[in-house]
């Protein structure tokens, strides 16, 4: 069976349908070069040719493991910049907990509870920026006292 298949634009920045030939995005408003359309080839459903499946066929293809299609949520990909951020939170509520802690400590329960939490949220907030380099130095501060203590 023959299928037919329609063009769509569709807007690189936000994904919205494009209308009609103008160069800009009816949404977002943003100016549109070539690059910035992506086109999109959509099958009619009629003339779409459907195979029907047994129920062997289809209890055999999820036990074939030389299957050439591959399963897109079994690979697992690491975004940088998610981690970051979760790094970055975590490490924020830790050095805020940490210094808070500290100035109560170093001046008393009455300052350090009152006013500490003050400097620490401003500790917290740049040091959240530099986690992964704290990490680092964490890191070698405990390789260096486990030698220390190995060779002792």
């Not at 350090?112 to 949220?121: A, D, E, N, T, Y």
């Not at 401003?122 to 190995?150: D, K, M, N, R």
């Amino acid at each position: 069976m023959e299928s037919t298949a329609t063009l769509k634009r569709l807007c690189r920045h936000c994904g919205a349908l494009l209308k009609n030939a103008s160069m800009e995005c009816w949404f977002c408003h943003k100016k549109l070069e070539y690059a910035d359309i992506i086109r999109v080839e959509e099958k009619d459903v009629d003339c779409v040719e459907r195979e029907e499946t047994t129920e062997h066929d289809r209890l055999s293809d999820n036990h074939n493991s030389d299957s050439k299609t591959k399963d897109v949520q079994s690979e697992k990909h690491i975004d940088l910049g998610d981690l970051y951020f979760k790094g970055r939170f975590i490490s924020g509520i830790i050095i805020f907990v940490v210094s808070w802690i500290y100035a109560v400590i170093h001046y008393g329960l009455f300052i350090g509870i009152g006013l500490g939490w003050i400097p620490s949220l401003v500790i917290a907030f740049i040091g959240s920026f530099i986690w992964p380099l704290l990490a680092v130095l964490l890191l070698l501060f405990l390789i260096a006292l486990g030698i220390i203590v190995f060779f002792k």
